[in-house]
C-alpha cells in the first residue's frame, strides 16, 4: 500500500479524510500541527483517534500565533450564534491550510509518499477562502513545481460534499466521531460551547444525516 500524509487536526472532517485514504488504498500517515491555537484538546484528539485508527502520528510545532489576526490564535474572542458563511469570520487563521498543506508537502517527500489529503469542504463551512476548489488547485500547481520528487496529488474527497454525507461517508467507514473535538472555544473540561461556527455546523451534519451525536456540549 502506497503512504499518504494527510493534515489530521483530530476533527470530524479530517478523522474522515483519514478513513477516506485508507479506503482509496492507502497508507495514512497523520500530520498535525501545534501552530499556537488557543486549546490543546484538538491535539489530544488527534492523538487519541490516530491510535484508534492505527495509524502513525506525527506532530510537527509552529508558532502563528505571532501573526495574529484570528480568534484561534489570538486574544480576540470566539463569535457565538453568528450568521454562518456571511463574509469571512474572524476565526479564520490568516494562510493556515497554505502552510499546513507545506509542511504535509515537505513530510511527504522526506517518506517517498506522492499524495496529499486534506479535509477542506466548501458546502457546509464558514467562508474560508483556503476552504474552496481554486484554493486545493493552485496548491496542486505549487506542488508540482516546488518539490524535488513530484508529481504530487492533492485529494480533497470532503469538498463538495454536506457535513451529513460526510458523517455518513465517515460513519459507514467506521470513524469514532465520539473521540474527535471541534469546538473552537470548549471549557476547561473540553466540552464544546454548542454556540461556535464549527459547533453548530457539526451538531446540524448529526441531525441532518441521521446519526446520534455523540459530542459532549455545554449547552445542550
Known sequence: MRPAVVLFSGGLDSSTCLAIARAEGFTPQALSVQYGQRHAFELQAAQRVAQAMKAPLKTVTLDLRAIGGSALTADIAVPKDAPIGEGIPVTY?????????????GYAE??????????????????????????????????????AHGPYAVH????KLSK???????????VP???????YDPDAQGRACGRCDS??????????????????????
Not at 480533497?156 to 469538498?159: C, K, R, S
Open 164 to 174: 451529513a454525507d460526510i458523517i455518513r461517508r465517515g460513519t459507514a467507514l467506521g
Open 93 to 105: 487563521v490568516p494562510a493556515r491550510n497554505t502552510v499546513l498543506l507545506a509542511l504535509a508537502l
Open 199 to 220: 459547533c453548530r455546523l457539526r451538531a446540524q451534519g448529526f441531525r441532518d444525516a441521521g446519526v446520534p451525536d455523540p459530542t459532549p456540549y455545554t449547552t445542550r
Open 156 to 159: 480533497a474527497p470532503l469538498l
Open 110 to 147: 522526506t517518506i517517498g509518499a506522492h499524495d496529499l489529503y486534506i479535509g477542506v469542504n466548501a458546502i457546509d463551512y464558514s467562508g474560508y477562502p483556503d476552504c474552496r476548489p481554486a484554493f486545493i488547485e493552485a496548491f496542486q500547481k505549487l506542488a508540482d513545481v516546488a518539490t
Open 177 to 183: 466521531y465520539a473521540l474527535t473535538h471541534s469546538c
